[in-house]
Each structure stands twice: as C-alpha cells, then as structure tokens.
C-alpha cells in the first residue's frame, strides 16, 4: 500500500481516505451505507476485497455488504456468522491497535466455525511481511468509536494490492476509516429510524383521523343512546354532547341535553349508584328521567376516557334502553314471591316480610347504657368482678348474629295478655290467620272453577278490609294470613271480626251464589320468635277459635 520512507504515498494514501469517507456520508439509506463502507475500503485503502458483517437485533452478525467480487458477493452476502464465533476470532487475533490480525499459521483452527468466508489459495510467503490468502485482518466497529462501546459491525478485508500485510501506516488507515464507517453506520442507523417514525407517526395520524371520524359516526348513528360528560371539576358530570338515540329516549333536545348532569336525570332513588358508577367507570342498571316525568330503565355503561398529561377528563356513557327486560324481570320476581290464582304474596314472600321484622333477641324492654355496654361484651367478668374483654373474631361473630350489643333494630314486641277484653294501649305486629268454612262443599260440589272464583273473591275482600301498609297473603288451599302493625288487642279483634263479616255476604260465581264463613286465629309477632312459630301461634288459636264455634254458625251458607 505504501512504503513507509515514501511520504507522498502516504500523502496520496490520505487524500483517498479522506474521499471515500466523504463518500460515506452522501448515502441516502443504511443499506447504501454499508455497500459505501466496503466500496471505500476497495477504492481508497488499496484492499481487493471487503466484507461489512453488521450486528443485528439477536446479537449475531450478517454480511450486509461486499465489495471487489461479485462471485463471493453472491455467495456469501446475507449469511449469518455467531456472536459466539466472531467473539473468538477477536479475542485470539493479534492487536493491531483497534485492529485484529490472524496469520495463517494460525487461522486454520477457524475453518470450521461458522462464519460466512471466501477461500483463496497461494503460494507460502517468500518473505516476512507478504501476505498469505489465509490471513485474516479484521477492523471492528464501535458505536461509540473505542474498543469499550457497542459492537456494530466488523469490516473483514483480504489481498492487499501490493501483496503485503499492511506497514504502521496502513494500519492506521484502515483503523481510522473503522471508525468514521461506525460513525456513518450508527448516522444512517438514525436517519432510518427516525424516517421510520415519521412514517409510523404519519400512520398513526391518518389512523386517529379515520378513528376520530369512525367514532363521531358510530357515536351519532349508534342505535342506542350515548353521551359524552366531563369527569372531575365543578362541571362533573355535565353532559357535553348526546346522540340522536339517547335525545329520542328520553325525549329531550340535544340542546337541552347541555343544561343537565346525568345526576340531574336519575331517579331519587337511583343516585347513589348512579355516583359509584361514575366513580368506578362501570356499569350499573337506574332509572332515568323522560321529558313527560316518567321514567325509563336503563343500562348505563362508563368509560373513562383518560389524558396522559391530566389523567382523565371524559366519562362516555352506553345508555341502552331495557324497560322491557326490567318488566320482565318484575313479573318474573312477582310470579316467585306472590300468588298465580289471587296475585297476593305467597308463602315464601309472607315469610320473608316476617322474618325482616323479628330478630333472634327478645326484646326485654328499652336497655340502659349500662346494659347495652354489658350486652356487648356478652357479660364476660374475670375473677374480681371486672370485665375480661375479648375481642376474638368468634365473640364478635356471635354478637353479630344474636344481633346483642349496640344495636339499632327496633324490636317488635305482642301486647301482654289481659283478661278478656282489657288492653294497656300496647301496640304490636298481628298475624291473623284466616281459614275459609265450608270452601271444600263448594269446591267439590261445583268443581275447581267456581272454588277459584272463590278464594279471588275473599282476597278482593280481604285487600280491602285491610290498611294500605298491612299484608294480605295467601299460604295455599283456603287458609290466608293478615299481617297488621301497630294494633292492639282489642284492634286486632276487631279488624277480624270486620274482616270475617266481609267474607260471609254471597258470592256470585256464573250467576249462582254461594257462601263461606271464615274463622280467625290473632297471634302475635315478638323478636325471639322465628316466623314459623308465629305463624303456628296464629293457626293454632285459629283451631281454638273454629273448634270453640258451633258448625252452623262457623257455616255462613
């Protein structure tokens, strides 16, 4: 390549470096990099050939670029060398600087391994520094230019021009030239990276443009109703945009929509899970309010639409109309807990009305302080007569489901028992239990049709002999049962006494009238019972009552 006592050789040798690295920075792509980087060391550092293996994402090395045959471009040009492999070539070569040569004497333990290469044959050297076609000279890429970065690449040379290994010169050269190659390498690496995020960038812009319009469109012609509300601020919840759909729903203009909050729309009754709703960005079924003051059931469906910067901003409600369902889901509920003949509640549901008023405490009068605190630590002293506290999950299981302790229940409590027809005023819960007389002749003599006639009848009657607040149920068969708070005795006597002379005027059934009597049996509901023992209470005196009865006047006709 040059002689070392001939200055301008060397002279020459730098005006060609300095051209093929002007060179490197005119490509245009990485591609046209690399071919620049193997071209340059062809053309200006007096090499016949050239190898660029680039590192690539797995850690292994490519040949991206070869120049000075186009036989080994061909054959070699995309082969893939391991990080393994070319670690040990690297790590065994002899330093020259930054570079890495091996001799021939020494490479032949490198034929097998499994790095692209290109075989030359020769003679052996007949001197000291002529080069053998098995020699090898590597010049490593860093990306930050010194042996301590990142491995970018490593330019492979072979045949020197003047057929010797290169002098201190030449080596400075190439070593030189490595690094203003990973220096275009890594600019081109970028400039690629960055056209690729323009593109993306571009991409992603014509997406959120085609996403925006697809939204307003799937937003105004959704079939069912949506709206747009502000989240956080004094304007939380304000509607800011409504559909078509959710206008019709419930009857109002979209710009009236603007003046309201779905807060302002709900249902009373409706409001606090309408907030937690809100809150939680879920779901959640209420009431909404129409135009008319009527209202309509709802499925109500929150997204939170959140900004990276301010966290979220927006709240876009799926308002879908189940009215339909929600009466559905009525009657179904109303078909489980009331009867199919008489449409009052059935067994099921009169023991669960029951049983929410009566908890498993008798009430024994209204506690002191003293004895609340007493009852919540269940009485427990030690020794000398203090309290041994506990606070054991199991005690305060207990007291939980005794319902002792602090407790706001209010007990229901039966008026003492008098003598005959003396009442202290007390007022409790009744249950009158209600058998029909003479309802088994009918049935059987005029058959099921006129019987249900019947029991419709007698709970038409019984609905309306009774308060708003109090229930009439049906246990099943002739038996029926009124649950009447705040009576006392003498008013429960007499709400029966009204009640069975309801019953015995005649019933017209397919113009033909028939009658039945009734007999009444008052027990009464106290915290300590459970709803089967009041209501055998009430069947029992019911019994006491009909037997205490001749049969002619238990008979009404």
Not at 119 to 127: I, K, L, Q, V
Not at 335 to 364: I, V
Not at 424 to 433: E, H, I, P, R, S
């Amino acid at each position: 390549m040059e002689t070392e006592s001939e200055p301008y050789v060397r002279l020459a040798t730098l005006r060609q470096l300095h051209q093929v690295v002007a060179d490197l920075n005119t490509a245009r792509s990485l591609a046209d990099t690399l071919q620049t980087v193997a071209d340059g060391v062809v053309n200006g550092l007096g090499y016949e050939l050239a190898c660029v293996n680039l590192v690539r994402p797995d850690g292994d090395l490519v040949v991206a670029a070869f120049a000075g045959n186009t036989a080994a471009e061909a054959l070699i040009t995309g082969r893939v060398g391991s990080r393994e492999a070319w670690e040990k070539r690297l790590a065994m070569g002899e330093a020259w600087g930054a570079l890495r040569f091996i001799s021939y004497t020494e490479g032949w333990v490198l034929d097998e391994d499994d790095v692209p290469q290109w075989y030359t044959d020769g003679p052996d050297p007949r001197f000291e520094d002529e080069w053998h076609p098995a020699d090898r000279l590597f010049a490593p890429m860093y990306a930050t230019g010194a042996a301590g970065g990142e491995l970018l690449g490593v330019i492979s040379v072979d045949r020197p021009r003047n057929g010797r290994r290169p002098g201190a010169w030449g080596r400075e050269a190439l070593q030189m030239y490595a690094f203003q190659a990973a220096i275009a390498i890594s600019n081109a690496r970028l400039r690629a990276n960055m056209q690729r995020a323009l593109v993306r960038l571009e991409r992603e812009q014509q997406a959120l443009r085609a996403s925006e319009e697809s939204f307003r469109q799937a937003f105004e012609y959704a079939p069912s109703g949506m709206a747009i509300a502000e989240m956080g601020g004094d304007q939380h919840g304000r509607i800011l945009r409504t559909n078509d759909a959710l206008c019709r729903l419930l009857g109002r203009p979209a710009s009236a929509m603007r003046r309201y909050s779905f807060s302002d729309l709900v249902h009373p009754e409706d409001i606090g899970t309408l907030l937690r709703t809100s809150a939680e960005g879920g779901r959640a079924e209420l009431r909404l309010a129409r135009r008319d003051g009527t209202y309509v059931w709802v499925s109500l469906r929150n997204s939170v639409v959140a900004d990276a910067a301010d966290g979220p901003r927006f709240l876009l409600t799926h308002v879908e109309d189940i009215e339909e369902r929600k009466r559905r889901e009525l009657q179904l509920a109303h078909r489980a807990s009331h009867d199919s003949l008489t449409g009052l509640p059935n067994s099921a549901e009169l023991r669960s009305r029951l049983s929410a008023r009566l908890c498993r405490r008798p009430h024994a009068g209204q506690p002191s302080a003293v004895d609340s605190l007493d009852a919540a630590y269940d009485g427990v002293y030690d020794a000398e007569g203090r309290h041994s506290f506990d606070y054991g999950s199991n005690n305060a299981h207990a007291l939980q489901q005794s319902g002792d302790g602090f407790d706001h229940h209010v007990h229901t409590v039966a008026p003492p028992e008098g003598h005959g027809d003396t009442d202290d005023g007390t007022k409790g819960l009744a249950v009158l239990f209600c058998d029909l007389d003479g309802f088994k002749s009918i049935n059987d003599r005029f058959g099921h049709h006129t019987g249900d006639a019947v029991l419709i009848e007698v709970a038409r009657r019984l609905t309306s002999g009774v308060r708003d607040g109090d229930t009439v149920a049906r246990l099943g068969g002739d038996e029926f049962v009124v649950l009447a708070d705040g009576l006392g005795r003498a008013d429960a006597q007499d709400l029966a006494v009204r009640l069975r002379n309801a019953i015995i005027p005649p019933i017209r059934v397919d113009g033909r009238a028939v009658r039945v009597g009734a007999s009444f049996g008052i027990g009464w509901a106290h915290c300590g019972m459970s709803a089967d023992e009041v209501l055998h209470s009430a069947d029992q005196r019911m019994y006491v009552e009909k037997r205490s009865r001749a049969k002619q006047h238990r008979r009404a006709g």
